[in-house]
């Protein structure tokens, strides 16, 4: 009674009516009255209601302009983003539903308010989200709110691929040092294995030209030792896919033709005597070993490529590669490994239980490109730092030993200090196997057929402003 009392006196008050004391019974009595005691009752129910539908009015148009952000997909790229509507203004927004997703390829959850699927085509796109508001009557038709969805183009799409020019015969094929634009290859390799791919760039795919890098292997039956060559023409020489070809063969060669006269005997003997006793004379003796032998392989490497271009009527320059590669041999004692390596790319050795990385060479890196040196460069050979391209070490067992060319490096690696750190080899290896971003993963088990399939299909991997060609050799 005191609520109807009240407002009646304000009412009365608002129209300049005052009780007078005179009336004051009389007041109370009509205050008291049935009727106005349900008017005023009435009133203020409704007053609460039109009350409650202006905040609700207010609630809704908050909601419509309020921005809400849909986080940019990419085409073919596994999309999932949660939609926040715990910030202010949306709190009380119910009953979502988005009308035109599908079209996209992607799909609102309403239970985890997320938005996901695998967006079919790019563009910028305005998408229907209806809702409804806590408060509102059961029946009321839902409200329309229009969001923009853009779907970037998957980057990879932008690139052509467009197969280098192979020819009608095989004598254009010799005349223009044609290669097929992608190799892989899984061979055992005497005790151990190896799988091996190389594949063409998307930049050079893009424009039709050819793959520059080049990979060689083999295992000499006689001697037990086996030899692995990868080599990366360089991009700004016409003839670099020739040069990083002959260089491989002719380190094959090399080791063919030398490396199986009385010296290995004595070798071996040394490297035993070197396990038994590890001393300062027996080291001197290993490297002049591997001077000898693997600076002679280089600069064998180094002529043939020289005897091409003068047959060829070209400058050598025009045939510019690295050239990495590392000779193995299985002991009782365990593994000798050699390596040479001129140019960026890297030898890794990750040992059996991945608990230790040994980088096998220094890599030419420089400022903006610089450094880069290749075989072709005769100043290489007089050097005062020739030594030091040359590698040894004997190691009871590993699990993987790789070479590479820049392409793979420059993309999983980044900088050259990273080579060095065990952890970001195990990631490598992580990758390998599956942990990256398209799970492309390759099981590098010797029972696995096609393995060599899998490495090439990895090597098809994005990564922004990394578009040169790749090879990787993964001993195991």
Request: aromatic share 12%; proline share 2%; net charge negative.
């Amino acid at each position: 009674m005191f609520e109807t009392k009240q407002y009646i006196e304000s009412l009365l008050h608002e129209n300049n009516i005052n009780v007078l004391s005179i009336r004051e019974k009389l007041f109370e009595e009509y205050v008291n009255e049935e009727f106005n005691i349900e008017a005023v009752k009435q009133i203020k129910e409704k007053q609460k209601i039109m009350m409650d539908k202006w905040l609700l009015k207010n609630k809704i148009e908050d909601i419509l302009a309020k921005q809400i952000i849909i986080p940019n997909a990419t085409v073919g790229k596994p999309y999932q983003a949660i939609l926040d509507f715990n910030q202010p203004d949306l709190q009380d927004i119910s009953g979502i539903e988005f009308e035109n997703l599908a079209q996209y390829g992607l799909n609102f959850n309403s239970e985890l308010k997320i938005i996901e699927g695998n967006p079919s085509h790019s563009g910028d796109f305005k998408v229907k989200m209806k809702f409804s508001v806590l408060g509102e009557e059961e029946n009321t038709e839902p409200h329309e709110k229009w969001l923009s969805l853009v779907i970037n183009a998957n980057p990879k799409s932008l690139w052509k691929n467009i197969a280098s020019d192979e020819g009608r015969d095989e004598d254009w094929k010799a005349k223009n040092f044609w290669k097929a634009d992608n190799v892989s290859d899984f061979q055992p390799i005497g005790d151990k294995n190896i799988v091996v791919a190389s594949k063409r760039g998307r930049s050079h795919a893009n424009v039709g030209s050819f793959r520059d890098d080049d990979f060689g292997f083999k295992h000499y039956k006689d001697n037990g030792w086996s030899v692995v060559c990868v080599a990366d023409g360089a991009g700004s020489a016409k003839l670099a896919r020739q040069g990083s070809k002959i260089a491989c063969d002719a380190v094959i060669e090399y080791f063919a033709e030398n490396f199986n006269d009385e010296n290995l005997i004595a070798f071996d003997e040394l490297l035993l005597d070197h396990h038994h006793k590890k001393g300062v004379d027996t080291q001197k003796k290993i490297s002049h070993f591997v001077y000898y032998n693997l600076s002679k392989a280089a600069f064998y490497a180094h002529h043939k490529i020289e005897e091409f271009a003068t047959k060829a009527e070209s400058s050598l320059k025009d045939f510019h590669s690295t050239l990495i590669f590392a000779l193995f041999k299985k002991y009782d004692f365990g593994y000798a490994i050699l390596t040479f390596g001129v140019g960026d790319c890297p030898i890794g050795l990750l040992n059996k239980d991945l608990t230790n990385i040994k980088l096998m060479n220094w890599l030419d890196v420089g400022e903006f490109g610089g450094g880069t040196r290749f075989i072709t460069m005769p100043e290489i050979f007089s050097s005062d730092k020739f030594s030091t391209r040359l590698g040894f070490t004997l190691i009871e067992d590993f699990s993987y030993l790789m070479l590479m060319t820049d392409g793979i490096y420059d993309a999983k690696f980044v900088v050259e200090a990273n080579l060095e750190k065990l952890e970001k080899w195990k990631d490598f290896v992580e990758d390998l196997q599956g942990n990256n971003e398209d799970k492309v993963a390759v099981s590098i088990d010797s029972s696995n057929d096609e393995i060599a399939n899998q490495l090439s299909t990895w090597m098809d991997f994005w990564s922004s402003g990394n578009h040169d060609d790749r090879t990787l050799a993964i001993i195991f």
